[in-house]
């Protein structure tokens, strides 16, 4: 069965160092999206990605975040300069458009951790 | 405002138990879904709901929705030790892009 995969499972860096977090959608889905779950929290919203661009994003996707689809199988998420409060665990979604079909489909995650 | 809202925070039962978890909303939404989550690990889509239906079954999983009092349930009937973890549930407000909006959650314990 297609499933979204993500790379790294664990990235530790230090503040204000640059990260990015890989992803893999499933090969015929057109939409793609990051989540962040803080520990302990709940799943948060941060941007959603259709045709090349972005269609909406959360307050928390600021300046120091973007995305990326740099071939047809990647979607990246670049954090410029890490901060303590980005630490959570992110996660890449991605859902196909045929048929209303309205269930994402998520990868097992990148833990982030900033020191 | 809070969306998605879910109660108990926690909940422990015996295996073979049912497990009953409620979700309330605030906006208008396309569809409801519920999603589970195991410690530390991605999550798993369970079961949609769209605001036309009232009742879904999966499996041994049953899902109501009432839009008039913006809440659902989701009931794992005979639970088992391997239905512990976290359960979400998350709203597709409606004529946005898709984006969900997850609530804190219920920690399910099953014990054997």
């Known amino acids: 069965e297609p499933e979204v995969t993500q790379t790294p499972s664990h990235q530790v860096t230090q503040m204000g160092q640059e990260v990015i977090l890989r992803c893999v959608p499933i090969?015929?889905?057109?939409?793609f999206y990051w989540y962040r779950q803080i520990l302990g929290q709940k799943v948060e919203f941060l941007v959603s990605?259709?045709?090349?661009?972005?269609?909406?994003k959360s307050e928390i996707f600021d300046d120091q975040f973007s995305v990326e689809r740099p071939d047809g199988s990647n979607f990246t998420l670049k954090i410029r300069s890490t901060k303590l409060e980005d630490s959570a665990m992110y996660f890449c979604?991605?859902?196909?458009?045929?048929?209303?079909?309205?269930?994402?489909?998520f990868g097992p995650g990148t833990r982030l951790t900033v020191t | 405002s809070q969306q998605g809202e879910e109660d108990p925070q926690a909940l422990s039962i015996q295996e073979g138990e049912n497990a009953t978890m409620n979700c309330s909303y605030k906006?208008?939404?396309?569809?409801l879904q519920w999603y589970r989550q195991n410690s530390g690990r991605g999550l798993v889509h369970l079961i949609l709901?769209?605001?036309?239906?009232r009742e879904k079954h999966s499996g041994r999983l049953r899902v109501t929705l009432d839009t008039s009092k913006k809440s659902s349930s989701l009931l794992i009937t005979a639970s088992r030790a391997a239905d512990t973890a976290s359960y979400f549930c998350?709203?597709?407000?409606?004529?946005?892009?898709?984006?969900?909006?997850f609530g804190q959650g219920t920690t399910l314990q099953v014990k054997p």
């Open positions: 906006t208008s939404i396309n569809n």
């Open positions: 998350a709203t597709l407000v409606s004529g946005n892009t898709g984006k969900l909006i």
């Open positions: 090969s015929n889905h057109l939409y």
């Open positions: 990605f259709y045709n090349n661009e972005i269609s909406e």
């Open positions: 709901i769209r605001s036309n239906e």
């Open positions: 979604a991605s859902r196909s458009t045929s048929g209303g079909a309205y269930e994402q489909y």
